[in-house]
């Protein structure tokens, strides 16, 4: 009678950690996938599960397929075939823009000063460039 709660004992102890160890955690990815594939939208770089990176173009949802911009090549795949996002689409916020906006119009002197030096690096580069090119006419 003993051996028969030992070995119902032992059998729950195996079911509760396989559970645990397996299970589990396969749950929780299948919720973190399912969790990127709805923040999905125009403008993310992604991969698929054959490893073609490209930038999602378009978002069927009642067909639930997605389309994939490859270097001006348009593809159409299943929604289940995005393996991960590479990197999000630039979100429009306007709140950066407008703290934006009053910094430039605190410093308007550090401002102009800085695009001064870019604008006097590349007429230098461009003046070296025609000299390059008459040296070659030569």
Avoid: W
Wanted: charged share 25%.
């Amino acid at each position: 009678m003993g051996g028969q709660y030992s070995t119902l004992i032992i059998l729950v102890v195996f079911l509760g950690l396989m559970y645990f160890l397996m299970l589990r955690p396969q749950q929780k990815q299948q919720k973190k996938h399912r969790d990127m594939m709805n923040e999905l939208k125009k403008g993310d770089h992604v991969v698929t599960i054959g490893r073609l990176h490209g930038v999602i173009d378009e978002i069927n949802q009642a067909d639930k397929t997605v389309t994939l911009d490859c270097d001006g090549i348009y593809l159409v795949f299943d929604l289940r075939a995005i393996s991960n996002v590479t990197s999000q689409a630039p979100a429009a916020v306007t709140a950066p823009v407008a703290a934006s906006e009053a910094a430039a119009k605190e410093e308007p002197a550090d401002d102009a000063s800085a695009a001064a030096e870019p604008a006097s690096e590349a007429a230098t580069s461009e003046a070296s460039a025609d000299a390059d090119d008459s040296e070659a006419t030569k």
